[in-house]
C-alpha cells in the first residue's frame, strides 16, 4: 500500500490550515513537515508552534523530518507540539542509536534519514529500531529539484535488507517525487511518498495530490 505524504514546504504558509486540507481530500494520509536550522540545511524554515497550529487543522500523522544540528535537543519540543513521526539524518546524529530510542521514548515514531551521498548499508545496525527509512533523493534543503536517480538502487537495497533481516520498517522516499518520477519509486519498493511541489505548486493541491496517487499505482 502507497501513501502519498504532502510536503508543506512548498504550500502557501500564509494559508497553511486550507492547504493542509485540500491536500487531505486529495488523498494525502501523513503530512510531511520539513524542520531546517541553517546550518545542517542551508535554509531556514519552522519550529514547534507550526506544528502546535497544524496539530489543529488535521487529524492526519504530522511526520517531522529533521535537517538540523543536534537533534535530541528539540525532541520534547515537537513532541509536546503534537508530531507523530520523527525522522533524523544519519549525518546529523553523533549517537545515533540513542537518539532514536529518544524519539520513542517520548512516543514519536523513530525514523532515519539518509543523504543521497550516504550508503543504506550504514544503516543495519539500528533498522530494527526505526518505523520507517527515509532516502533522500535530492541534497536536502529546498523544495523542487531534480530525483538523483541512483536512490532507486537505495530503495531496492532497502527492500531486499528488510526482507533478509526479516523486519518491519517502511520506506519513504522526499525529493523530487512528481508525475514523471512517482511510478518509479513505487516500482523500486518505496511506500512512504513524500511530494511538495508537485502538490502545492501548482495552486490545486486536491486535484494534483490524487492526480499523483493515481500515477503511483502500478
Ligand atoms: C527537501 C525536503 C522535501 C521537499 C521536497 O529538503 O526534505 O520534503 O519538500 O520537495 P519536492 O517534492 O518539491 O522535491
Ligand atoms: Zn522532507
Known amino acids: 500500500m502507497v501513501e502519498l505524504l504532502p510536503s508543506i514546504l512548498s504550500a502557501d504558509f500564509a ?34 508552534p507550526v506544528v502546535k497550529s497544524l496539530r489543529r487543522v488535521t487529524h492526519l500523522p504530522l511526520d517531522c523530518h529533521m535537517m538540523i544540528e543536534n537533534p535530541d535537543d528539540f525532541v520534547e519540543a515537537f513532541a509536546d507540539a503534537g508530531a507523530n513521526w520523527m525522522s533524523v539524518h544519519y549525518e546529523a546524529c553523533r549517537h545515533l542509536h540513542r537518539t532514536l530510542e529518544l524519539i520513542a521514548h517520548h512516543g514519536m515514531q523513530p525514523a532515519v534519514v539518509i543523504n543521497p551521498a550516504t550508503e543504506v548499508d550504514l544503516l543495519i545496525p539500528i533498522l530494527g529500531m526505526v518505523h520507517h527509512v527515509l532516502v533522500m533523493s535530492v541534497n536536502p534543503g529546498f523544495g523542487g529539484q531534480s530525483f538523483i536517480p541512483y536512490s532507486l538502487n537505495k530503495i531496492r537495497r532497502l527492500k531486499e535488507l528488510r526482507q533478509e533481516l526479516g523486519l518491519s520498517y517502511r520506506i519513504e522516499v522526499d525529493g523530487g517525487v512528481a508525475h514523471d518520477t512517482i511510478a518509479l519509486v513505487v516500482e523500486a519498493g518505496a511506500e512512504l511518498l513524500v511530494a511538495g511541489s508537485a502538490v502545492f505548486s501548482g495552486g490545486n493541491p486536491e486535484q494534483d495530490a490524487r492526480e499523483l496517487l493515481e500515477a503511483a499505482q502500478l
Open 15 to 48: 494559508r497553511l490550515g486550507e492547504e493542509v486540507q485540500a491536500a487531505e481530500r486529495g488523498g494525502g494520509t501523513v503530512i510531511h513537515v520539513d524542520v531546517m536550522d541553517g546550518h545542517f540545511v542551508p535554509n531556514l524554515t519552522l519550529g514547534p
